[in-house]
Protein backbone atom coordinates (compact mmCIF):
# COMPACT_ATOMS: atom_id res chain seq x y z
CA UNK A 1 0.00 0.00 0.00
CA UNK A 2 2.83 2.56 0.98
CA UNK A 3 4.22 1.88 -2.52
CA UNK A 4 0.93 2.61 -4.18
CA UNK A 5 0.49 5.50 -2.30
CA UNK A 6 4.05 6.67 -3.80
CA UNK A 7 2.71 5.96 -7.35
CA UNK A 8 -0.39 7.51 -6.88
CA UNK A 9 1.45 10.99 -5.82
CA UNK A 10 4.18 10.89 -8.78
CA UNK A 11 1.75 9.19 -11.91
CA UNK A 12 -1.29 11.96 -13.02
CA UNK A 13 -3.72 9.68 -14.66
CA UNK A 14 -5.82 11.43 -16.84
CA UNK A 15 -8.23 8.15 -17.47
CA UNK A 16 -8.41 4.63 -18.63
CA UNK A 17 -9.97 2.50 -20.96
CA UNK A 18 -10.55 -0.97 -19.80
CA UNK A 19 -10.39 -3.02 -23.33
CA UNK A 20 -8.49 -2.02 -26.67
CA UNK A 21 -7.64 -4.38 -29.75
CA UNK A 22 -5.90 -1.33 -31.00
CA UNK A 23 -2.93 -0.15 -28.97
CA UNK A 24 -0.76 -3.21 -28.08
CA UNK A 25 -0.45 -4.78 -31.66
CA UNK A 26 -1.94 -8.66 -31.67
CA UNK A 27 -3.01 -8.46 -27.66
CA UNK A 28 -5.89 -7.33 -25.65
CA UNK A 29 -5.02 -4.55 -23.76
CA UNK A 30 -5.83 -1.70 -21.59
CA UNK A 31 -4.85 1.47 -21.52
CA UNK A 32 -3.65 4.01 -19.20
CA UNK A 33 -3.43 7.28 -20.62
CA UNK A 34 -1.08 9.67 -18.35
CA UNK A 35 -1.97 13.30 -18.26
CA UNK A 36 0.87 16.05 -19.63
CA UNK A 37 2.84 16.36 -22.60
CA UNK A 38 5.43 18.75 -23.29
CA UNK A 39 4.47 19.03 -26.69
CA UNK A 40 2.01 20.89 -28.29
CA UNK A 41 1.74 19.16 -31.74
CA UNK A 42 -1.05 20.99 -34.23
CA UNK A 43 -3.27 18.02 -34.63
CA UNK A 44 -2.98 16.58 -31.19
CA UNK A 45 -6.05 14.01 -30.55
CA UNK A 46 -5.82 13.75 -26.83
CA UNK A 47 -5.42 17.58 -26.31
CA UNK A 48 -7.34 16.85 -22.86
CA UNK A 49 -4.16 15.03 -21.74
CA UNK A 50 -1.89 17.92 -22.70
CA UNK A 51 -2.11 19.99 -19.15
CA UNK A 52 0.83 18.70 -16.65
CA UNK A 53 -1.33 20.15 -13.48
CA UNK A 54 -4.63 18.81 -14.26
CA UNK A 55 -5.53 16.88 -11.69
CA UNK A 56 -5.91 12.85 -11.98
CA UNK A 57 -9.44 11.10 -12.86
CA UNK A 58 -8.23 8.13 -10.99
CA UNK A 59 -5.73 6.93 -8.65
CA UNK A 60 -3.20 4.27 -9.16
CA UNK A 61 -5.05 2.17 -6.62
CA UNK A 62 -7.97 2.39 -8.48
CA UNK A 63 -6.54 1.04 -11.42
CA UNK A 64 -4.70 -1.90 -9.94
CA UNK A 65 -8.62 -2.71 -8.71
CA UNK A 66 -9.61 -2.76 -12.14
CA UNK A 67 -6.64 -4.75 -13.56
CA UNK A 68 -7.22 -7.47 -11.08
CA UNK A 69 -10.58 -8.54 -12.56
CA UNK A 70 -9.27 -8.59 -16.05
CA UNK A 71 -6.30 -10.71 -15.26
CA UNK A 72 -6.60 -13.90 -17.72
CA UNK A 73 -9.06 -12.15 -19.65
CA UNK A 74 -5.98 -8.99 -20.54
CA UNK A 75 -2.94 -9.75 -22.10
CA UNK A 76 -1.14 -6.47 -21.91
CA UNK A 77 -1.61 -2.82 -20.35
CA UNK A 78 -0.45 0.14 -22.25
CA UNK A 79 0.73 3.47 -20.90
CA UNK A 80 -0.06 6.64 -23.35
CA UNK A 81 -1.30 9.72 -22.87
CA UNK A 82 -0.24 12.85 -22.83
CA UNK A 83 3.89 11.44 -22.49
CA UNK A 84 3.87 8.81 -19.77
CA UNK A 85 7.61 9.23 -19.48
CA UNK A 86 6.95 12.49 -18.13
CA UNK A 87 5.47 10.92 -15.14
CA UNK A 88 8.37 10.26 -12.37
CA UNK A 89 6.26 7.14 -10.93
CA UNK A 90 6.18 5.20 -14.14
CA UNK A 91 9.02 2.79 -13.40
CA UNK A 92 7.60 1.65 -10.21
CA UNK A 93 3.51 1.87 -11.87
CA UNK A 94 5.51 -0.53 -14.30
CA UNK A 95 6.86 -2.82 -11.87
CA UNK A 96 3.65 -3.02 -10.35
CA UNK A 97 1.39 -3.66 -13.19
CA UNK A 98 4.40 -6.25 -14.64
CA UNK A 99 4.01 -8.09 -11.41
CA UNK A 100 0.53 -8.91 -11.91
CA UNK A 101 1.34 -10.97 -15.34
CA UNK A 102 0.49 -8.32 -17.97
CA UNK A 103 2.99 -7.45 -20.62
CA UNK A 104 3.75 -4.09 -20.58
CA UNK A 105 3.29 -1.47 -24.13
CA UNK A 106 4.16 2.37 -24.11
CA UNK A 107 3.09 5.29 -26.88
CA UNK A 108 5.81 7.69 -26.65
CA UNK A 109 7.07 10.88 -29.08
CA UNK A 110 10.48 10.20 -27.46
CA UNK A 111 11.03 13.42 -25.45
CA UNK A 112 12.79 12.01 -22.48
CA UNK A 113 15.60 9.70 -23.41
CA UNK A 114 16.63 9.15 -20.38
CA UNK A 115 13.49 8.26 -18.66
CA UNK A 116 13.18 5.94 -21.24
CA UNK A 117 16.70 4.29 -21.14
CA UNK A 118 15.61 3.58 -17.47
CA UNK A 119 12.94 1.52 -18.19
CA UNK A 120 13.22 0.33 -21.33
CA UNK A 121 13.84 -3.48 -19.71
CA UNK A 122 10.60 -3.68 -17.98
CA UNK A 123 8.77 -2.96 -21.33
CA UNK A 124 7.38 -5.78 -24.02
CA UNK A 125 6.42 -3.09 -26.76
CA UNK A 126 7.01 0.48 -28.03
CA UNK A 127 4.09 2.51 -30.56
CA UNK A 128 7.43 5.46 -31.45
CA UNK A 129 5.97 8.52 -32.85
CA UNK A 130 7.83 10.05 -35.39
CA UNK A 131 6.50 13.47 -35.82
CA UNK A 132 8.32 14.36 -39.21
CA UNK A 133 12.03 14.55 -40.39
CA UNK A 134 14.20 15.03 -37.17
CA UNK A 135 15.24 18.60 -37.80
CA UNK A 136 11.59 19.79 -38.79
CA UNK A 137 10.31 18.42 -35.47
CA UNK A 138 9.02 22.08 -34.32
CA UNK A 139 6.76 22.75 -36.80
CA UNK A 140 4.74 19.98 -35.59
CA UNK A 141 5.79 19.98 -31.75
CA UNK A 142 6.10 23.36 -31.44
CA UNK A 143 9.09 22.36 -29.02
CA UNK A 144 12.59 23.75 -29.87
CA UNK A 145 14.29 20.89 -28.55
CA UNK A 146 11.93 17.76 -29.05
CA UNK A 147 13.63 16.49 -32.58
CA UNK A 148 16.66 16.22 -30.74
CA UNK A 149 15.45 14.43 -27.92
CA UNK A 150 13.03 11.98 -30.47
CA UNK A 151 16.22 10.92 -32.48
CA UNK A 152 18.37 10.21 -28.94
CA UNK A 153 15.52 8.11 -27.74
CA UNK A 154 14.60 6.37 -31.24
CA UNK A 155 18.51 5.25 -31.30
CA UNK A 156 18.53 3.43 -27.57
CA UNK A 157 14.68 2.05 -29.12
CA UNK A 158 16.90 0.61 -31.54
CA UNK A 159 19.77 -0.58 -29.45
CA UNK A 160 17.18 -2.61 -27.46
CA UNK A 161 15.96 -6.19 -28.29
CA UNK A 162 12.27 -5.43 -27.55
CA UNK A 163 9.24 -4.91 -29.78
CA UNK A 164 8.30 -1.73 -31.37
CA UNK A 165 6.34 0.39 -34.06
CA UNK A 166 6.77 3.40 -35.83
CA UNK A 167 4.67 5.64 -37.02
CA UNK A 168 3.74 8.66 -38.30
CA UNK A 169 0.88 10.83 -38.29
CA UNK A 170 0.56 12.39 -41.93
CA UNK A 171 -0.34 16.36 -41.53
CA UNK A 172 -0.07 16.99 -45.38
CA UNK A 173 -0.51 20.84 -44.73
CA UNK A 174 3.27 20.44 -42.85
CA UNK A 175 4.85 17.40 -43.91
CA UNK A 176 5.76 17.00 -48.07
CA UNK A 177 6.08 14.26 -49.87
CA UNK A 178 10.10 14.73 -49.55
CA UNK A 179 9.84 14.61 -45.67
CA UNK A 180 8.65 10.88 -46.17
CA UNK A 181 11.00 9.48 -48.26
CA UNK A 182 13.46 10.96 -46.27
CA UNK A 183 12.17 9.39 -43.56
CA UNK A 184 11.81 6.40 -45.27
CA UNK A 185 15.27 6.54 -46.21
CA UNK A 186 16.49 6.88 -42.70
CA UNK A 187 14.57 3.83 -41.02
CA UNK A 188 15.38 1.66 -44.07
CA UNK A 189 19.44 2.54 -42.92
CA UNK A 190 18.60 1.95 -39.21
CA UNK A 191 16.83 -1.78 -39.98
CA UNK A 192 13.40 -0.80 -39.15
CA UNK A 193 11.07 -3.65 -40.76
CA UNK A 194 7.84 -1.10 -41.77
CA UNK A 195 6.32 2.28 -41.19
CA UNK A 196 3.06 3.21 -40.36
CA UNK A 197 1.34 5.86 -41.78
CA UNK A 198 -1.37 7.35 -40.14
CA UNK A 199 -4.38 9.57 -40.98
CA UNK A 200 -4.97 13.02 -39.68
CA UNK A 201 -8.13 13.82 -38.38
CA UNK A 202 -8.16 17.69 -37.20
CA UNK A 203 -11.21 17.89 -34.65
CA UNK A 204 -12.13 21.61 -33.64
CA UNK A 205 -15.53 22.83 -32.05
CA UNK A 206 -17.22 19.22 -32.70
CA UNK A 207 -16.14 18.93 -36.10
CA UNK A 208 -13.75 16.26 -37.69
CA UNK A 209 -11.88 17.11 -41.04
CA UNK A 210 -9.74 14.65 -42.36
CA UNK A 211 -6.62 15.27 -44.28
CA UNK A 212 -5.22 14.30 -47.53
CA UNK A 213 -3.18 10.84 -47.52
CA UNK A 214 -0.47 10.12 -50.13
CA UNK A 215 -1.56 8.92 -53.82
CA UNK A 216 -1.21 4.98 -55.12
CA UNK A 217 1.57 6.29 -56.92
CA UNK A 218 3.34 8.01 -53.90
CA UNK A 219 3.07 5.04 -51.79
CA UNK A 220 4.36 2.76 -54.52
CA UNK A 221 7.56 5.17 -54.40
CA UNK A 222 7.59 4.55 -50.78
CA UNK A 223 6.99 1.12 -50.56
CA UNK A 224 10.03 0.57 -52.64
CA UNK A 225 11.94 2.41 -49.80
CA UNK A 226 10.66 0.25 -47.03
CA UNK A 227 6.84 -1.64 -46.37
CA UNK A 228 4.70 0.99 -45.53
CA UNK A 229 1.24 0.17 -43.98
CA UNK A 230 -1.45 2.82 -44.22
CA UNK A 231 -3.77 2.86 -41.27
CA UNK A 232 -6.86 5.26 -41.38
CA UNK A 233 -9.44 6.31 -38.65
Known amino acids: ???????????????VLKFSILDFPGKLSAVIFCQGCPNRCVYCHNPEFIPEKK?????????????????????????????PLMQEGLYDALCAVKEMGFRIGIHTSGYYPEQLSDVINLI??????IKTVFN?????????ISGEMAEKSFE??????????????LDSRLITFEDLKQIAYML???GVPKWVLQECILRAEGNAQKLNMISDEELKILNA?????????
Open 136 to 144: KYKIITQND
Open 188 to 190: KEK
Open 55 to 83: KSTISFDEVLNILKTRQGLLDAVVFSGGE
Open 1 to 15: MQIENKIDNQLNIGG
Open 156 to 169: ILLRSTISYEVRTT
Open 124 to 129: DWVGFD
Open 225 to 233: IISVEIRKQ
